[in-house]
């Protein structure tokens, strides 16, 4: 079993509420073959928008599918794989706002995103400096979201600014996102 497996295999799926208004369950298979460990044993798109976010929330399940891409990025997933759940990652961490009745909860969904990929900064650093492809600029995007450790963000800047987009080369990426110095 491969970690990506391993931390859907983790998931209380079921008791999750999607977006779509029913059950998350179908999210696993979804992640899966998003991994390219579904039925046709390829990375294959699937959108996840109305399920796990919106331009304006993020629903219950976007901490578990967190945990997911973080693994998908551990794993050896396939190049477009792992640009799918960087493009994933980014969009759990700069969410704005919590789905209604998570928010009855007193759950923070943006802000438990984001406690989660701090798990994953070395991961994060390791697909900026590897300069794979364009996951390092998304990379680079979604530390700028969640490292605290605002000089170290500026050393990999320094050292990436070969490859990385003019906005994360200037700063400008950061300028949007939350500030972490507190």
């Known amino acids: ?21 029913g059950s998350a369950e179908h999210l696993s298979r979804d992640l899966l073959q998003l991994a390219g460990r579904g039925p046709l044993q390829r990375p294959s798109y699937v ?29 050896d997933a396939a190049p477009t794989a792992r640009k799918w759940f960087l493009d994933l990652l980014q969009l759990m961490v700069a969410g704005e706002g919590t789905d209604w009745e998570s928010a009855r909860q007193g759950l923070d969904l943006p802000e438990l995103c984001r406690d989660l990929a701090v798990h994953g900064l070395w991961l ?14 998304t990379a680079f995007e979604i530390l700028t979201v969640v490292e605290p450790d605002r000089a170290r963000l500026q050393d990999v800047r320094e050292a990436a600014a070969d490859w990385l987009p003019v906005c994360c080369r200037t700063g400008l990426c950061d300028d949007n996102l939350r500030d972490l110095d507190r």
């Open 1 to 21: 079993m491969r970690l990506i497996e391993m931390e859907i295999a983790r998931q209380d799926w079921k008791s999750m509420l999607c977006g779509c208004g």
């Open 47 to 75: 959108s996840l928008e109305a399920h796990v976010w919106s331009p304006a929330v993020l629903w219950e399940p976007a901490p578990a599918v967190t945990s997911v891409a973080l693994a998908a990025l551990a794993d």
């Open 124 to 137: 994060l650093y390791a697909e900026v400096l590897s300069n794979r492809g364009p996951g390092a600029g």
